[in-house]
């Protein structure tokens, strides 16, 4: 058998969901880790996971988190199952039952979603109003003026509330319809083609191009991958900065995981979307 690889003490915090790595070196400078019953104040400590780790008294170690990045195709429900439906997204990924969708796209809507079986990041990724941001292409219907573009930069009033502002650019106009790139920090149902329906552009096509710091480059439609350790971490870090937007707020509860019981894979409600509405292209 070989041996227990070391690591610092920083990143096996990170691989116990203790939050990003940055997060976990403030935690250690704290003095609230021990290792092997002695306080460690220094995150570059090596540890393996023979090694006694605790946070607060409390024993953590690192658990088997996944990150996919899939680039959903058209006509794959972004859910884990869905009967009306002829696929789902976790079908793309090997294991994927294991997995959950961070937020939802609708079936005819493509592009990024991350799958995870990280509860806790994955709940905070989803707040409704302060979630990360997400880049939309959409092909939309008719000639885009500057008072359109200028609306939805400012915020559209939909039937459940004003949204709030969007970064918006024209990218392509030909004869009948044009090419418009928005970014949006909420996460409400059928976003994005209501605010464009709402100033007289149906939406035609819409594609998700950018979550937080994750890009579609290089990623086919329904292909998937793995995410950096960078990534990751990256993601972590939004997931802090949504929690001290909403500091105060009740998060609700994390996530269910799914890897956590075989039987949670195959039974009980599966759209677990935290603050989340529902699809949000």
Do not use: W
Request: net charge positive; with cysteine.
């Amino acid at each position: 058998m070989s041996p227990a690889k070391p690591m610092n003490l920083a990143v096996f915090l990170a691989r116990a969901g203790l939050g990003s790595r940055r997060a976990c070196d403030e935690l250690i400078r704290e003095g609230v880790v021990t290792v092997n019953d002695e306080v460690v104040e220094f995150p570059r400590q090596k540890v393996t996971v023979d090694d006694v780790v605790a946070v607060r008294g409390e024993p953590v170690s690192p658990r088997g988190l996944r990150y996919l990045l899939v680039n959903k195709p058209k006509g794959v429900a972004s859910t884990r199952r869905d009967p009306h439906a002829d696929k789902v997204i976790v079908d793309l990924v090997p294991r994927g039952r294991e997995l959950f969708p961070v937020g939802r796209l609708d079936v005819d809507t493509t592009g990024l979603i991350v799958l995870t079986n990280d509860g806790v990041l994955a709940n905070r990724l989803m707040h409704p109003r302060y979630g990360v941001p997400k880049t939309y292409v959409a092909r939309v219907r008719g000639k885009v003026s500057r008072r359109a573009l200028a609306t939805l930069r400012q915020g559209v009033d939909l039937e459940d509330g004003m949204t709030a502002p969007a970064d918006v650019r024209l990218r392509k106009q030909s004869a009948k319809t044009a090419l418009v790139e928005i970014t949006l920090h909420e996460g409400r149902k059928r976003q994005v083609r209501r605010m464009f329906r709402s100033v007289g552009l149906p939406v035609e096509d819409l594609s998700r191009r950018r979550y937080g710091p994750l890009t579609d480059k290089g990623l086919e439609p329904g292909g998937h991958r793995e995410l950096t350790a960078d990534e990751v971490d990256a993601l972590r870090r939004a997931g802090e900065q949504v929690a001290d937007e909403v500091s105060g707020e009740d998060e609700g509860q994390p996530l269910p995981l799914a890897a956590e019981s075989p039987s949670d894979a195959n039974s009980g409600p599966d759209e677990a979307t935290g603050g989340s509405s529902g699809p949000e292209g």
